[in-house]
């Protein structure tokens, strides 16, 4: 697959999925078994209304949605492109995201076997060294069309 | 109303993402049942439907800080430390319901196992177990 045709596919699930598209997730790249994605704070994710900071369910469906991306990338080595269905999810949450930053979440499919896929996730907003959250999580991969 | 369905109802109210989700909860005695009816936002697979991996997860998190909302009174809300998710079955594009249970409330960190279902109880959806830092500790 060129890196035009993963970018369209990769665009398609950042953008298009309902709840992807509801949280406002944005593209930010995307290269085999890496992606990365941007969230904006948005005063109706808030989680802790005395301090303005996000949701965490929000800082979760964003690291979900990167480490699902992570593993498309891998498509451009597999002639069947696939979805991804979570086996299970860890998250650690370091702490609290800055009210009104973006968040960027960055994953990485560091294993891929036949049915399975094994994705490490971080978040944060303005350094990467300095994450809100940590994840660790394993897919089932579901040969056919990408959903 | 009892004073731990008003602290609950306080709770959901001034929680904005709880409004973003269109999640309720409600009590039964000392027992909570949070549900989150089905709406389009929540797809996460449009070709099944299926209901997005994390709006499960978030779904369950926010289950959790409901019941210790009611457990657990404090004047600001409790923060997640960490949580473990494990996904059973897709969920449906229809309503979730999801009960949490409190193992242990410490001097700063409680244990939560949540369980979330959709048609019957004995076929769950999801499940979450986490640690939260308790305000005012």
């Avoid at chain 1, 369910?57 to 690291?63: D, P, Q, R, S």
């Avoid at chain 2, 978030?58 to 409790?78: G, K």
């Amino acid at each position: 697959m060129s890196p035009e045709a993963l970018r369209e596919i990769a665009r398609n699930m950042v953008e298009t999925v309902p709840q992807a598209s509801a949280l406002g997730f944005k593209l930010r790249s995307i290269e085999p078994s890496r992606g990365s994605i941007l969230t904006p704070w948005r005063e109706d994710l808030v989680g802790d209304p005395d301090t303005g900071v996000i949701a965490g369910g929000v800082i979760t469906a964003l690291l979900d949605h990167a480490c699902g991306l992570a593993i498309i990338s891998m498509a451009t080595d597999s002639r069947t492109p696939f979805s991804t269905a979570t086996l299970d999810l860890r998250i650690d949450y370091m702490r609290a995201a800055t009210p009104r930053a973006d968040i960027i979440a960055e994953a990485h499919c560091y294993k891929l076997t036949r049915t399975i896929a094994f994705v490490r996730a971080h978040a944060y907003d303005a350094d990467p060294a300095d994450p809100i959250a940590t994840a660790q999580a394993a897919f089932v991969l579901k040969r056919g069309p990408v959903a | 109303m009892s004073e731990a369905a008003e602290r609950l109802e306080i709770f959901l109210g001034r929680v904005p993402y709880v409004r973003f989700l269109g999640m309720r909860a409600e009590l039964a005695g000392d027992e909570m049942t949070a549900t989150l009816p089905f709406a389009p936002h929540l797809v996460g697979n449009v070709v099944m439907p299926a209901l997005h991996g994390g709006v499960l997860g978030a779904f369950m998190e926010m289950t959790a800080l409901a019941q210790l909302s009611v457990t657990s009174p404090a004047p600001r809300v409790h923060k997640t430390i960490d949580i473990a998710i494990e996904y059973l079955r897709p969920g449906k594009a229809q309503i979730t319901y999801a009960r949490a249970d409190v193992r242990k409330v410490g001097r700063q960190v409680a244990n939560v196992h949540v369980e979330a279902w959709q048609e019957a109880r004995s076929k769950p959806v999801a499940f979450l177990r986490g640690h939260f830092l308790l305000s005012g500790a």
